[in-house]
């Protein structure tokens, strides 16, 4: 995990040396707000726990074929899934009063934010089992079934142009 933040952050540093004037773009209106840094920092955060949750839970998968269970990967799954979880609900709150402030409503049900709730509900499915005490395979299954939801919301705004208030292109 360690070598693969190294070479992430590597690369965002070597993009904002190499190409510095990517920052010199003026920004629209609704994305001139003190809100617009924390809310996508907080966001990001998220999305990185959850990404090394679900590797995790796929090393734990593999693991479960050759040789059985591996209770510290699952705690350590758990940990991330709620500070994650904690993280993605504190980005939507101050996205929505981001929106307030920008669009005068706190929801529009864009399809950003839509499934930024149907991705939040899946961690809260995984959440829930979890606390039930359940650790069969298909509980597992959940955290890579989540994240996908999470890269069809970060990437998935394109997929519908003009629909979007979240499209700032």
Do not use: C
């Amino acid at each position: 995990m360690l070598l693969l933040s190294a070479i992430t952050a590597t690369a965002f540093i070597a993009v904002n040396l190499l190409k510095p004037e990517i920052h010199s773009i003026a920004l629209m209106p609704a994305l001139q707000s003190f809100l617009f840094i924390p809310h996508v920092i907080i966001y990001i955060i998220a999305y990185a726990l959850f990404g090394v949750a679900t590797l995790a839970a796929a090393a734990l998968l593999v693991k479960r074929k050759k040789s059985g269970n591996d209770t510290e990967l699952l705690a350590f799954m758990d940990n991330l899934v709620h500070i994650g979880f904690g993280f993605l609900a504190l980005g939507l709150l101050l996205g929505a009063i981001w929106a307030k402030e920008a669009w005068g409503h706190y929801w529009s049900w864009d399809p950003k934010e839509t499934l930024a709730f149907i991705t939040g509900a899946a961690y809260l499915i995984y959440i829930h089992l979890r606390h039930q005490g359940r650790e069969d395979n298909l509980v597992i299954w959940t955290l890579p079934v989540a994240f996908f939801l999470l890269l069809l919301s970060w990437f998935g705004t394109a997929l519908f142009p003009g629909s979007s208030l979240h499209l700032y292109s």
